[in-house]
């Protein structure tokens, strides 16, 4: 079984500070790797998609994959009450079945004014 | 939503009874699939379609079914033999047709409830 663990939370951090969100997964074949985010009572929706060593910044958010470590992080900066929420990562591997997901438990953010 | 909708939103299901959820997607994708979220966990998969009529059990399949006979449509039937089935259901397609990174999209969910 495939394994995508993060911190179990919850974060709070106060407003305009930076949050950090980690994951660590067990598959070493592991090649796509995204970060959701979920309110309460609603579907996840994708952020932050990476694939390859290093950070990706768009806007506020910064995903920083290091595979050798296995390991993958979201920094959510000058975070917002609007930042609040729970935050997924899903790892894939395209040499498994195609389009499968694995999903991690989820961090609970709240970002207090 | 990206073109998935579900229905309905929230649905209340007696002991035995068999209830089906909806999946349908607008976006001319082969793969849809369907994930069980509980309070505090992530998702799990429950089945899978990667192209009309056929599909794969994930890894919580006992006590549900699906159909693909159309590509639009991938309904989940909720049976009396699962035995704890409340919980957010959560249908998804990829974003792009064949897309070999994985990246996935979700309808907005169905919130089943046991009385």
């Known amino acids: 079984q495939k394994e995508v663990e993060q911190n179990s939370g919850p974060l709070s951090v106060p407003e305009g500070a930076i949050a950090s969100l980690n994951c660590t997964y067990s598959d070493r074949g592991s090649q796509s790797f995204f970060w959701y985010r979920q309110y309460s009572g609603k579907s996840p929706e994708l952020i932050m998609s990476i694939y390859s060593n290093g950070d990706k910044e768009d806007g506020r958010f910064t995903a920083q994959l290091n595979k050798a470590s296995q390991y993958v992080s979201l920094l959510i900066r000058d975070s917002q009450p609007s930042d609040s929420a729970t935050y997924l990562c899903?790892?894939?591997?395209?040499?498994?079945?195609?389009?499968?997901?694995?999903f991690g438990r989820g961090t609970q953010l709240t970002v207090w004014p | 939503d990206g073109g998935i909708t579900q229905s309905p939103k929230y649905l209340f299901r007696k002991e035995g009874q068999n209830v089906t959820l909806s999946c349908e997607q607008n976006l001319n994708h082969d793969a849809m699939y369907w994930y069980r979220q509980d309070p505090g966990q992530g998702l799990r998969l429950i089945y899978y379609?990667?192209?009309?009529?056929?599909?794969q059990k994930g890894d919580i399949a006992e006590g549900y079914s699906v159909s693909r006979e159309k590509k639009e449509s991938f309904p989940l039937t909720v049976t009396s033999a699962q035995k704890n089935p409340t919980a957010f259901y959560l249908c998804?397609?990829?974003?792009?047709?064949?897309?070999?990174?994985?990246?996935?999209?979700f309808g907005p969910g169905t919130r089943l409830t046991v009385l």
């Open positions: 998804a397609s990829p974003a792009e047709p064949g897309d070999l990174y994985n990246e996935q999209f």
């Open positions: 899903a790892v894939g591997n395209r040499g498994s079945t195609l389009g499968r997901l694995y």
């Open positions: 379609s990667q192209i009309v009529n056929d599909f």
